[in-house]
T-cell receptor, first 108, second 113 residues
Framework: EDQVTQSPEALRLQEGESSSLNCSYT??????LFWYRQDPGKGPEFLFT???AGEEKEKERLKATLTKKESFLHITAPKPEDSATYLC?????????FGTGTRLKVLA | DAGITQSPRHKVTETGTPVTLRCHQT?????MYWYRQDPGHGLRLIHY???????DKGEVSDGYSVSRSKTEDFLLTLESATSSQTSVYFC????????????FGPGTRLTVL
């Protein structure tokens, strides 16, 4: 059965304290691994797509990486505005399997 | 902004009543999806559509039906709402091919009393 697991469930960081979020996946024939940001009361906002192991993508303080078993979202020198829930999802076909997310809180 | 709107944004209804949620897109994407999001479960697929009048079930489809008579509209119907269907419902479109990104609407918060 296809599955996506995220850890930790919640993370509190001080402003400027870098860290990483983990997304472990078992998705048959993975064709894409996606990261989203979700703010309270809003829909998920697309961040990155990774297609193959070894691929990396960056956007501001965020960098996503992919291996054959997991993906990491690295947050460098976070700011309070980076506080949100971060979701990852994998797809092997036209269906997407989502993890339950990591709730990130960045303290000023 | 992928041009996705959902209506209504909030709804309170009573057990046993029918409810229809609407998703509207402006960019002619072929694939559309309905998810529900509950604490501890993440986003779970209810139904999806791969074209006008072409739909299929997701992992939590019991108690829900969908219809797509036009490319731009995807309707989700709860035939007889139950309290277990209290949730936040998100519509999404998919761009590109099989590995295309999904973009989400703003969500509908549904409460069934």
């Amino acid at each position: 059965e296809d599955q996506v697991t995220q850890s930790p469930e919640a993370l509190r960081l001080q402003e400027g304290e870098s860290s990483s979020l983990n997304c472990s996946y078992t998705v048959s024939g993975l064709r894409g691994l996606f990261w989203y940001r979700q703010d309270p009361g809003k829909g998920p906002e697309f961040l990155f797509t990774l297609y193959s192991a070894g691929e990396e993508k960056e956007k501001e303080r965020l960098k996503a990486t992919l291996t054959k078993k997991e993906s990491f979202l690295h947050i460098t020198a976070p700011k309070p505005e980076d506080s949100a829930t971060y979701l990852c999802a994998g797809t092997g076909t036209y269906k997407y399997i989502f993890g339950t997310g990591t709730r990130l809180k960045v303290l000023a | 902004d992928a041009g996705i709107t959902q209506s209504p944004r909030h709804k309170v209804t009573e057990t046993g009543t029918p409810v229809t949620l609407r998703c509207h897109q402006t960019e002619n994407h072929r694939y559309m999806y309905w998810y529900r999001q509950d604490p501890g479960h993440g986003l779970r697929l209810i139904h999806y559509s791969y074209g006008v009048k072409d739909t299929d079930k997701g992992e939590v489809s019991d108690g829900y039906s969908v219809s797509r008579s036009k490319t731009e509209d995807f309707l989700l119907t709860l035939e007889s709402a139950t309290s277990s269907q209290t949730s936040v419902y998100f519509c999404a479109i998919r761009t590109g091919g099989g590995e295309g990104e999904q973009f989400f609407g703003p969500g509908t918060r549904l409460t069934v009393l």
